[in-house]
């Protein structure tokens, strides 16, 4: 059953007839999804300090935000988040309050990474900025209150694909192994040929349609199989951080966040696999109108305080 907080707010968006996204520019998109947040979204928590940065990377700058609750340590730990939104929408804005709600219940910062998106930046250039981005932070952790060796990696559907990714590029590097990686409703598989993606295909918020337009902006077809792309299909995901993957019940990409925690369990490493089985895609961030919600962004808080505390 789906849960009844979810299937009000598919009724709702139905009634008013908010056009499905795969019918929208990506202007047109990203405009639809900032405005969106104001309704599903909880207030946001106060926090001690929040301030824009910039990171200075090899393709350019890559713009930051730094979450600081009050109480942590000067050398705080930190999670590094990757914003969903299919590679082509989603910001710093639309993922905010989330971010403020896992630093304050994480304990630690929090550096969300405003990665470059498609269509005007196609693969790989979000990955490069990930990377980019991640490393930038490692190295300057100390002059940033930030504790380089106690580091954690997450995103959520597009930047849960990141975050994996960001994991396996910086495995075997010269500075400290990140502590998790915590990937909700991460994209594992450009293939899209887990059964979830017919079975959810439809009227769950996000739509085969909708994961072939994110995709078609974001890749060619040449590039599914690319281990940067689909990390599903690198064929060693050993030595890599303790994982925590989340996924829900009425998503297309259920069924590949599942196989990429088995994949991980099998190759290793440390994983721990939650299903909201009665949610949909993107429900993380709509504390306002969906509970399950804060219950997952808990979740989510509490495997930080434990992996970096």
């Known amino acids: 059953m789906l849960d ?23 202007d047109e998109a990203r405009r639809i999804y900032r405005e969106r947040r104001f309704f599903t979204q909880p207030d946001p928590p106060a926090l001690a300090e929040v301030r824009d940065l910039s990171a200075a990377t090899p393709t350019g700058p890559v ?4 979450y600081r609750p009050a109480g942590l340590p000067a050398r705080a730990p930190v999670l590094v988040y990757f914003h969903g939104g299919g590679w082509t929408i989603g910001d710093l804005d639309t993922h905010d309050v989330l971010c403020r709600e896992l630093a304050v219940g994480g304990r630690c910062a929090v550096v969300a990474v405003d990665y470059r998106r498609a269509p005007e930046h196609r ?69 899209a040929i887990a059964p979830s993606h ?3 295909g439809t009227g769950y918020l996000l739509t085969r349609e909708t994961v072939a337009y994110f995709r078609g902006h974001y890749l060619d077809e040449r590039d599914w199989p690319d281990w940067r792309a689909s990390p599903l299909l690198q064929l060693d995901l ?11 019940g009425f998503d297309p990409l259920r069924d ?4 990429y925690a088995d994949a991980l369990s099998a190759a290793g490493t440390p994983t721990q696999y939650i299903c909201f089985e009665r949610q949909i895609h993107g429900f993380l961030t709509m504390g306002r109108v969906i509970d399950e919600a804060r219950t997952a962004v808990d979740l989510c808080a509490a495997a930080l305080r434990r992996h970096l505390g």
Do not use: C, K, M
Request: charged fraction near 15%; aromatic fraction near 2%; hydrophobic fraction near 45%.
């Open 4 to 26: 009844p907080q979810a299937r009000g707010l598919l009724d709702l968006i139905a009634t008013r007839g908010v056009p499905p996204t795969h019918l929208l520019s990506p």
């Open 63 to 66: 713009p930051l935000r730094l």
């Open 123 to 191: 693969f790989p250039a979000a990955v490069d900025d990930a990377i980019a981005a991640t490393r930038w932070l490692q190295a300057g952790a100390d002059t940033l209150g930030l504790d380089a060796g106690r580091l954690a990696l997450g995103g959520d559907s597009a930047g849960g694909n990141l975050a994996a990714v960001v994991a396996i590029a910086l495995r075997g590097g010269a500075t400290p192994a990140p502590r998790l990686q915590l990937l909700v409703y991460p994209a594992t598989d450009q293939r």
């Open 198 to 200: 017919t079975s959810n």
């Open 238 to 248: 050993s030595r890599l951080p303790p994982a925590l993957v989340l996924t829900a």
């Open 256 to 259: 590949e966040g599942r196989q």
